[in-house]
């Protein structure tokens, strides 16, 4: 499975941008697919996750009440709405899936696929 991200950009404090991945998952499948993103001199962190049939969320500290992860899976999309963005938040941000149990949706190894990344830069 090839996943591919897009969607990110430069954007000042305060300002909004939408992350959107294509996930070409057989149709029928339970993947877990998430959003994880990784700054400059820090390890990879979980950012959100949406179950397969998009019932269920998950939000790392950093990423709730401020983001919201969504899919269409007619369409194989994972989407990422970003608001009120820190500076804090400028990192790679990578999309991935995860057919493992849903109680394990923040530990990253259990992603086997990953997209390439797209880059996220706040300005203050």
């Known amino acids: 499975v090839q996943l591919q991200a897009s969607g990110g950009g430069f954007v000042q404090a305060g300002g909004s941008l939408r992350l959107s991945c294509a996930a070409p998952?057989?149709?029928?499948?339970?993947?877990?697919l998430a959003w994880f993103r990784k700054a400059p001199g820090k390890d990879r962190e979980f950012v959100a996750a949406i179950n397969w049939n998009g019932e269920s969320t998950n939000y790392g500290d950093s990423a709730k009440g401020r983001f919201t992860i969504s899919r269409d899976n007619a369409k194989n999309t994972v989407l990422l709405q970003l608001s009120s963005l820190k500076p804090e938040d400028t990192a790679v941000y990578y999309c991935?899936?995860?057919?493992?149990?849903?109680?394990?949706?923040?530990?990253?190894?259990?992603?086997?696929?990953w997209g390439q990344g797209t880059l996220v830069t706040v300005s203050s």
């Open positions: 998952i057989r149709t029928g499948s339970r993947v877990t």
């Open positions: 991935a899936a995860s057919s493992a149990n849903w109680i394990r949706v923040k530990q990253e190894p259990l992603y086997r696929y």
